[in-house]
Every structure is written in structure tokens, then in C-alpha cells.
């Protein structure tokens, strides 16, 4: 079967209708549950367990939803789900898990560098109907020879939130910010007003998440780079930071005009502290944090939050998506787990109960063909769609990079620089060498 475009081609593979929905994920706890249908060996009257350990924290309770009517239709699988993953290190807690023997069948990996860390235990999958579905571009960082080590979660995008009505009663007009000067006037006109508007600062950044910086952040910048593709960050010798110029520019103004101390300041208390109760006029995130705001004022979900593009000169106007994780099966599980396991992530994206529920539940943005009766689930993924639709994309380049680098390397960094130990200079010296000693 032809595979639809990805990236700018998204939208000619979904303009039928509206697929499109946002992204959220999983919790830590176990569910159990029986028989697999859908091709698994437990008809043997033995339960089959598959151990899934996974990263996205902003689904957890509509994940175990999934799992337990995955589990109720298969009397004979039991499904257990642990989650790593928001303010905790997945990429150490994977490791942990693997080194002390707890190895899972289901987990996550983020790209080319991941596949290469695990490619020993990961399983072929092209083999399901997923990867079948899954749209063109969407498989090329976990492909290798003829053989598809994983599928995709989801497509995401992100850029700047923005309270609406925050910017309207300032007189804003979020339509007319397109470059780094919009922005700063905007944050300007939000500075001299806060007691009026009632907000804190323009900003919430969470320097305490090197993930925000060293990989949404930075990979806005550096996408020009690699030409917007993985694999070219993937086989790159070294990075050169053409754009750091405007990447300390930005870095700047959330930094200085944020909540205060930012190295102190994480995820949650952005999204759920300070943006989702007004206390700020904006923050850098995705459409994976609209179950959040949801659970803390649905009205405000609903209505009231946008999306406006991290200015980036040459690219006004254009907002990165991508995939962020991908499923991998562990090929060194028992058969039946295995076939269990692929069994699962097929029922999830391929089956009529298991769409429905990833794009009205999970609130994704689907990776596949076959979406065009749902509809898009939140505001926030509406505008990514309208942004992917007239071709107004960036690709993501970050999960090419060596492992770790963006948070260990950079994300370190740019932490130093925040408190004031190192110039920006240093930052981009650092986060070089780091990038080319890991390519030797």
C-alpha cells in the first residue's frame, strides 16, 4: 500500500476529515486481564502476561481504561503498565529496569540513537497491521534493512500556549506575532499591564526541565540544520549551532521574563500552577498537556488557550511536528509474548474501539491511515492540524541526536547558563564537543 505523506503532507493524508487529536499518556500501576483474539497464543487456557513500560505520564488513567477493555475482550492476556516519566528520567529508569532483570515486552524508544541502544532486544514488527497504517516518513528513524523495530504513538506539535483572554484584554493581537520582535513587544505590552491582567509574568519556563530546553527548544533551532530530517541529525558528526544566535534570544526572554527562580520551576507547576490558573500569559508546550489543563478548568481547555509559533527567522509562522516515541516489542520475551504484545498494539491502533478511544481519549494526533471518520479532539490539536494542513511544519531533528545529548549534554548546560555559570559561548562549546566525542 502507498504510504500518505508525513510532515508537510500531512495534510493531503487527512483532509478527508478531521483525524487529528491531541496527545497524553499512562500511569504506574498493574491491570490484569485474559484471552487474546487477535492472534496471541493463550487459548491454551494459560494467561499470557505482557509487562508494558512506558513514558508518557499525561495518560494514565485513560491508558488503563484501554488496557482493561483490551483485557476484558482477551480473557487470556493480563496487561501490566508501568510509567516513567515527566519530571523522572524514562531513559535511566529503562536502563534500571533492563540491568536488574525486569526487562519489559512493551517499551519506548525515541529514535535512531534509542534503536542502536536496544536494537539487540527489539522485534520486527512489520509483520502488523500498524505499521501497514502507519503514514510515510512516520517509521524511517526506527527502520533498519527490511525490518520496522517500531510504531509510532502519535504525531505531536508544539509551540507557544497563549491565554487568550489575557492577550486580549492586553490588545494583543496573537495573529500579528510572527518574529522575535513581535514576540518581545508582546511580552513588553504583557510586562507593563501584569497587576491589570492579573498574571504573575508573560512566562512560566521550567529550567528545571532540561527536556523543554534541550529538546523542544533547542530542536526548533536546529532543524534548518539537518534540513528537518532525523536521520541527517542521526548521521551528522557534529552540530554548529547556526541558529544559536536566536536560541539564546529566546532562551533570554522566557528566562527574564518568567516566574522566578526558573532552574527551580518544573512541568507540572508550569502547566498546572501557573498557565492553567492564569498565573501566566504563556508557556512552551504541546498539545500532550491538554488533558492536564482540562483536569484543571475544562472551560479554560476548551476555550481560552492558542498556539503561536516559536519565531525562528526564515520559518515564521511554522510550528515542529512529529513523533515522539515509538512502541517496541521485546523480541527476547517468549514467543507468545510477543505475538501477544504485537496483538495489543494492533487492537490499539487498527481496531474501530481502539481508534475511537486514541483520538477521543488519548486526544492524539494519529501516526496512521484509517482516521478519517474521527474527529479532532481539542482545540490545541486543531490548530497543529491547521498548521500541518497548509504545510507550516518543522521536523524534528532531536531524537537523531546522540543519545542523551540533548538533556545530558545540552539541557545541562543551558541549566548552567541559567544560573549564571557559563556564557552562552560555553553552552554551545560544551554541548559540540559533547555531541562529537559521542560520533567518534
Not at 540544520?225 to 536521520?231: A, G, P, Q, R, Y
Request: charged letters at 25%.
Amino acid at each position: 500500500m502507498k504510504k500518505k505523506r508525513f510532515y508537510s503532507g500531512i495534510a493531503t493524508a487527512l483532509l478527508a476529515s478531521s483525524v487529528l487529536a491531541g496527545c497524553s499518556f499512562g500511569s504506574g500501576e498493574e491491570s490484569s486481564g485474559g484471552s487474546n483474539d487477535g492472534g496471541g497464543e493463550g487459548g491454551n487456557g494459560e494467561a499470557v502476561t505482557v509487562d508494558v513500560f512506558q513514558f508518557k505520564v499525561e495518560f494514565k488513567d485513560q491508558f488503563e481504561e484501554l488496557v482493561s477493555m483490551y483485557e476484558e475482550e482477551n480473557p487470556d492476556v493480563n496487561i501490566n503498565v508501568k510509567t516513567v516519566g515527566g519530571g523522572n528520567d524514562y531513559g535511566a529508569s529503562l536502563k534500571t529496569s533492563f540491568s536488574s532483570g525486569e526487562e519489559p515486552d512493551i517499551f519506548n524508544v525515541g529514535g535512531p540513537t534509542d534503536v542502536d541502544e536496544y536494537e539487540e532486544y527489539l522485534a520486527d514488527v512489520s509483520d502488523t497491521k500498524a505499521a501497514e497504517a502507519a503514514l510515510e516518513g512516520t517509521l524511517n528513524g526506527v527502520s533498519r534493512d527490511d525490518q520496522v523495530l517500531g510504531l509510532p504513538f502519535n504525531q505531536e506539535g508544539y509551540g507557544l500556549l497563549y491565554n487568550k483572554k489575557v492577550f486580549e484584554e492586553a490588545g494583543i493581537d496573537a495573529s500579528s506575532i510572527k518574529t522575535m520582535e513581535d514576540l518581545k513587544g508582546a511580552v513588553e505590552t504583557l510586562n507593563s499591564n501584569k497587576e491589570e491582567l492579573g498574571i504573575k509574568a508573560p512566562f512560566a519556563f521550567p529550567g528545571k526541565e532540561k527536556w523543554v530546553m534541550g529538546n523542544h527548544l533547542a530542536n526548533a533551532y536546529l532543524a534548518d540544520e539537518f534540513n528537518h530530517d532525523v536521520m541527517e541529525a542521526y548521521e551528522a558528526e557534529t552540530v554548529e549551532f547556526a541558529m544559536g544566535d536566536q536560541m539564546k534570544e529566546f532562551t533570554d526572554l522566557q528566562s527574564e521574563n518568567s516566574i522566578q527562580p526558573v532552574l527551580s520551576l518544573d512541568y507540572s507547576q508550569q502547566v498546572e500552577e501557573h498557565f492553567s490558573l492564569g498565573n501566566v500569559a504563556m508557556i512552551q508546550q504541546g498539545n500532550w498537556v491538554y488533558n492536564t489543563i482540562e483536569s484543571m478548568d475544562q472551560e479554560f481547555a476548551e476555550n481560552n488557550v492558542g498556539l503561536l509559533p516559536i519565531p525562528v527567522e526564515g520559518y515564521e509562522g511554522s510550528i515542529p511536528v512529529g513523533v515522539p516515541y515509538y512502541w517496541v516489542v521485546n523480541k527476547q520475551s517468549e514467543d507468545e509474548v510477543v505475538q501477544a504484545s504485537k496483538d495489543f498494539l494492533d487492537w490499539m491502533y487498527t481496531s474501530d474501539k481502539g481508534k475511537k478511544f486514541v483520538t477521543e481519549e488519548f486526544k492524539f494526533i494519529p501516526a496512521y491511515e484509517g482516521y478519517e471518520d474521527q474527529e479532532i479532539a481539542d482545540p490545541i490539536s486543531q490548530e497543529i492540524y491547521n498548521y500541518a494542513k497548509e504545510g507550516n511544519t518543522l521536523g524534528w531533528v532531536f531524537l537523531g541526536a546522540p543519545t542523551a545529548w540533548t538533556e545530558d549534554a545540552l539541557g545541562v548546560a543551558m541549566q548552567e547558563y541559567l544560573a549564571g555559570d557559563i556564557t552562552w559561548e560555553e553552552v554551545e562549546k560544551q554541548a559540540t564537543d559533547a555531541w562529537e566525542e559521542a560520533r567518534q
